[in-house]
């Protein structure tokens, strides 16, 4: 269940709940005793187990919603608690080389404000918080507040850590590393972040939107995970950065002039989206990426600076004008789509194809009144729509309801015909016939036609900067900087996981 995450971060403190200890034994020895080893320590399996009793204890106070531990969510969760007691024994590891340890006051305040929050709890009064701790594995209230204080000091430590961690690297080498050669220019990680973020937000609002606007899709198969979510993120920030870095070498090795004043504007207009997170939000985020606020900036001068260089060089491709010959060829290929003549007609759409045949019989019934008809089905919920459209031209609707309307006499009902939008009865009560002639569409055909020569020779440009300017990235594994240093930590100090033990 999603919302036993939300409160993942209180059930991780409970790792100091048994303290971890380093011993020498063989692998399967340790297995059948610890969840997981870093370095010389060993995580017992017992942490795992009061952490996952405290999350659900918490998620019960929280929700009133007894979680059985037999529920598939479980298996889940245990694995999520698993890797968070292994990032507590890391971070301790590393707390030493930036200087943090921990604040006893802070820890004191929030082990009572914890057992207080959990205690007030609407779900939890009477004999129900003592057979509410006992049912997920906790003995006595004593045993439970243990596992609070414990809670408190984890908490404290790890947040505690990872806020001295960020302040200390901010503007530093994992900002400055270089994550990308084109040619010769050097693309530091700042850039790369600078994108990310943007990329970020982009989505963000984009959910927000579709939320906010009902066209999300509710179904479970079409919903993608937050891991999805965050590869998807990351594989188009990678192509946005090689993108951009390529028409930036192009730019450069074209010598092309770019105003300062044009770069700001370009600039804002790339971060319109900004003002809606609030610049204190902003801030937080491109600190959490080591970024300081000159940094940030100039990575997007930067980005601002590939665009307009993509602008310039696209603004100076060179392609075939199209001949008054290729504007006939072209009408005389698709003549309909410069048919000046109109069907006028009425409507009713439904997705329902048995109602859609019941209106077409009603409305060609001798002395139908398509009007009345349309007045009818419009209070009916399968109805979409049932309306004038007036006068249109063949190429305004879609080809299948064009061609039934020209198709038709006028004054007749056609129909059920099947579109896109559903199944649309037509009524065409009037006509209006115009013979096709090139030198009315001819202006019209000829802008068409440059613009699809422009723009054909546009996108092979854009193809061919993109294959000789082709940036090499030079660190693969990039991310936010506290879990690079995560992931360093893991691999020396050799960290494993026991998944085997995990759901005994």
Request: glycine share 4%; hydrophobic share 30%.
């Amino acid at each position: 269940m999603k919302n036993i995450k939300k409160i993942i971060g209180i059930a991780m403190a409970v790792t100091l709940l048994f303290s971890a200890f380093g011993c020498s034994v063989n692998e399967e020895k340790l297995a059948n005793k610890a969840v997981a080893k870093v370095g010389d320590t060993e995580i017992p399996k017992m942490n795992l187990d009061a952490v996952v009793g405290f999350t659900l204890v918490s998620y019960y106070a929280n929700s009133g919603t007894e979680i059985s531990m037999e529920d598939s969510s479980v298996s889940s969760l245990k694995e999520e608690v698993a890797n968070n007691l292994v990032e507590y024994e890391l971070v301790k590891k590393a707390a030493k080389d930036y200087g943090y340890t921990k604040n006893d006051k802070e820890v004191k305040e929030a082990a009572k404000e914890t057992l207080k929050s959990i205690k007030s709890s609407s779900y939890l009064k009477g004999d129900k918080y003592k057979s509410v701790l006992k049912q997920y594995g906790f003995e006595d209230e004593k045993s439970f507040e243990n596992a609070v204080n414990l809670y408190a000091e984890f908490s404290t430590y790890t947040s505690g850590f990872a806020e001295k961690f960020r302040n200390k690297v901010q503007g530093g080498k994992y900002a400055t590393a270089n994550y990308m050669t084109v040619d010769d220019i050097k693309v530091t990680a700042s850039i790369y972040y600078y994108c990310y973020i943007q990329k970020a937000m982009e989505q963000e609002y984009n959910e927000y939107q579709k939320q906010y606007s009902g066209s999300a899709d509710s179904s479970e198969s079409e919903q993608k995970t937050d891991e999805q979510k965050q590869q998807e993120l990351k594989e188009s920030t990678v192509a946005m950065v090689k993108e951009k870095a390529a028409f930036y070498a192009a730019g450069k090795e074209a010598k092309t002039k770019i105003d300062t004043k044009k770069v700001n504007s370009k600039k804002a207009e790339n971060e319109s989206l900004s003002s809606m997170f609030g610049s204190d939000t902003l801030t937080s985020v491109y600190n959490a990426y080591g970024l300081t606020k000159k940094q940030y900036d100039e990575a997007g001068k930067w980005i601002a600076t590939a665009d307009l260089y993509k602008e310039a060089l696209e603004e100076k491709v060179t392609y075939d004008k199209p001949t008054e010959k290729d504007a006939e060829k072209e009408f005389n290929k698709n003549t309909k789509a410069y048919d000046k003549s109109t069907v006028s007609a009425k409507h009713i759409l439904t997705s329902d194809k048995s109602l859609a045949k019941e209106i077409y019989e009603q409305a060609t019934q001798k002395g139908a009144d398509f009007d009345q008809i349309m007045s009818k089905y419009q209070k009916n919920s399968a109805v979409q729509e049932a309306s004038d459209l007036g006068a249109f031209t063949y190429p305004s609707m879609v080809e299948d309801f064009s061609k039934a309307a020209f198709d038709a006499e006028k004054g007749s009902v056609v129909g059920p015909v099947k579109t896109e939008y559903g199944y649309h009865v037509i009524y065409v009560y009037d006509k209006n016939t115009v013979e096709p002639k090139f030198e009315d569409s001819k202006d019209t055909i000829l802008s068409k036609l440059d613009s699809q020569n422009k723009l054909e020779a546009v996108n092979k440009l854009d193809e061919d900067i993109k294959d000789k300017h082709n940036g090499k990235v030079e660190i693969e594994d990039i991310d936010e900087p506290y879990n690079m240093l995560l992931a360093e930590l893991k691999k020396d100090n050799k960290v494993k996981i026991y998944k085997s033990v995990l759901n005994k």
